[in-house]
């Protein structure tokens, strides 16, 4: 079946560093993938979505590439702040939402 | 406002009591869905509504759980006999249509302690 496979966190980082946050799929289809976003205390927030191949998902500075020859939609951000210091989500939507762990991100200043 | 809406934000109660949970879903949305959130763990479905419709409801965990949805707007989940196991934060979530493209709008969730 379906299913969304993140990179364990938690992970730290100083202010300006680079974010690699890895996810990779597997689908019997051509699913849509997502990234969501959690600030403490707050529900899921949608971050950036790729809907097929080779689409590029880009937000608030996050890109992340839709690449069906790795099965992968890993997030990146090369300078983050303390401000994106939340729990991310990758997931997929093929007939039904699938959902990763969840990485969880401290950025310290 | 125009997002999700749940309520109550916080539910305590104590073990064998039953429990509802409301979802007030955008606006305009015909799908929407719940989801289960447990400490450390990622997010567990429940069910999803298409309409007043629930054509899938494999998720839910036992049969002491249901949900239903009226006037394709406002949806409860209800637990009966709630156990400890059950606390959790329950997400809500609502798109325009049930289709892979389509994002789903979260809801801030409903933190349920059973005592």
């Known amino acids: 079946g379906d299913s969304v496979t993140q990179m364990e966190g938690p992970v730290t980082l100083s202010e300006e560093a680079f974010l690699t946050i890895n996810c990779t799929y597997t689908a019997t289809g051509y699913p849509s993938l997502f990234w969501y976003v959690q600030y403490p205390g707050e529900g899921l927030q949608l971050l950036l979505k790729a809907t097929k191949a080779d689409d590029k998902g880009s937000n608030k500075g996050f890109e992340a590439t839709y690449r069906k020859e790795t099965t992968s939609f890993h997030l990146e951000k090369g300078s983050v702040q303390v401000s994106d210091s939340a729990v991310y989500f990758c997931?997929?939507?093929?007939?039904?939402?699938?959902f990763g762990t969840g990485t969880s991100l401290t950025v310290i200043p | 406002g125009a997002g999700v809406s749940q309520s109550p934000s916080n539910k305590v109660t104590e073990k064998g009591k039953d429990v509802e949970l409301r979802c007030d879903p955008i606006s305009g949305h015909t799908a929407l869905y719940w989801y289960r959130q447990s400490l450390g763990q990622g997010l567990e479905f429940l069910i999803y509504?298409?309409?007043?419709?629930?054509?899938?409801k494999s998720g839910l965990p036992s049969d002491r759980f249901s949900a239903e949805r009226t006037g394709g707007s406002v949806s409860t989940l209800t637990i009966q006999r709630t156990q400890q196991e059950d606390s959790a934060v329950y997400l809500c979530a609502s798109s325009l249509f049930r289709d892979n493209n389509q994002p789903q709008h979260f809801g801030d969730g409903t933190r349920l302690s059973i005592l």
């Open positions: 509504f298409q309409g007043n419709s629930a054509p899938d």
């Open positions: 997931a997929l939507s093929e007939n039904q939402f699938y």
